[in-house]
């Protein structure tokens, strides 16, 4: 599987843009990138995949490397109920989650 | 409501005991995967079943075992539980085209 890397933490202020990074450059040509994040207690929720072209929904944007060896998830103003872990995971057919990214937003 | 189901949602259990844990994937998802996270080892991809079929085995004990039947739903069952078995179980599925769908979750506790 594929590993990835990510920031243990980062901090953001309320209203403003967040980019979380993750490298993968060992990922396969045909796996797609997922990002989902997750809440104390609560399951992991999808917030966007991706495989080579950058993707746009109502809740981020994701922005893929040419190369496809890093991305970044992309909150475009963080509120405070965006602070949670984020995770960055290449889909081998099941999401093998690392440490993710803790996002703190400051009010 | 993310679609998927999961039940039930505490369970408090004594040591050397077994456990069944269900979940109902999201309408029209053949693929259902547990997952086990607890405070110290983050999210652990145990087992995933497709229609039916196991497909992919992680980091599943030998006391635990799954099936997914015909209607698609899921259980995941916990034998001879040790007191490092307490955790949250999370059931996702997925379908074609779409993201990984994940449950609340079962907090188990085992005392």
């Known amino acids: 599987d594929a590993k990835t890397t990510q920031p243990n933490s980062m901090e953001s202020n309320e209203e403003e843009p967040v980019h979380l990074p993750c490298n993968h450059s060992t990922i396969s040509g045909t796996d797609y990138i997922h990002w989902y994040r997750q809440l104390p207690s609560q399951g992991p929720e999808y917030v966007i995949h991706?495989?080579?072209s950058n993707v746009n929904n109502r809740m981020a944007s994701l922005a893929i490397a040419e190369d496809r060896k890093s991305s970044t998830l992309i909150l475009h103003r963080a509120t405070l109920r965006d602070a949670a872990v984020y995770y960055c995971?290449?889909?081998?057919?099941?999401?093998?989650f690392g440490q993710g990214t803790t996002l703190q937003v400051k009010p | 409501d993310s679609g998927v189901t999961q039940t039930p949602k505490h369970l408090i259990t004594a040591t050397g005991q077994r456990v069944t844990l269900r979940c109902s994937p999201r309408?029209?998802?053949?693929?259902v995967y547990w997952y086990q996270q607890s405070l110290d080892q983050g999210l652990q991809f145990l087992i995933q079943y497709y229609n039916g079929e196991e497909r992919a085995k992680g980091n599943i004990l030998e006391r635990f075992s799954a099936q997914q039947f015909p209607d698609l739903h899921s259980e995941l069952n916990l034998s001879s539980l040790e007191l490092g078995d307490s955790a949250l179980y999370f059931c996702a599925s997925k379908g074609s085209g779409y993201g990984y769908t994940f449950g609340s979750g079962t907090r188990l506790t085992v005392v």
């Open positions: 995971i290449s889909d081998t057919g099941k999401l093998i």
């Open positions: 309408s029209g998802d053949l693929s």
């Open positions: 991706g495989l080579t």
